[in-house]
């Protein structure tokens, strides 16, 4: 329960939540990303 209290109270707990976070919505975008990418690139290759 301390490591809890210690990871939403303190500056370096806060910001490694912030990093973490941080990290996955990165990561989120970039698969939506280049999914995007890809299927824009193979419509236009067949036409």
Do not use: P, Q, R
Request: aromatic content about 18%; charged content about 15%.
């Amino acid at each position: 329960m301390k490591l809890l209290t210690d990871l939403f109270t303190t500056d370096y707990g806060i910001m490694s939540i912030s990093g973490i976070a941080f990290m996955i919505g990165m990561a989120v975008f970039f698969v939506w990303y280049f999914l995007h990418k890809m299927n824009e690139a193979a419509g236009d290759s067949s036409k």
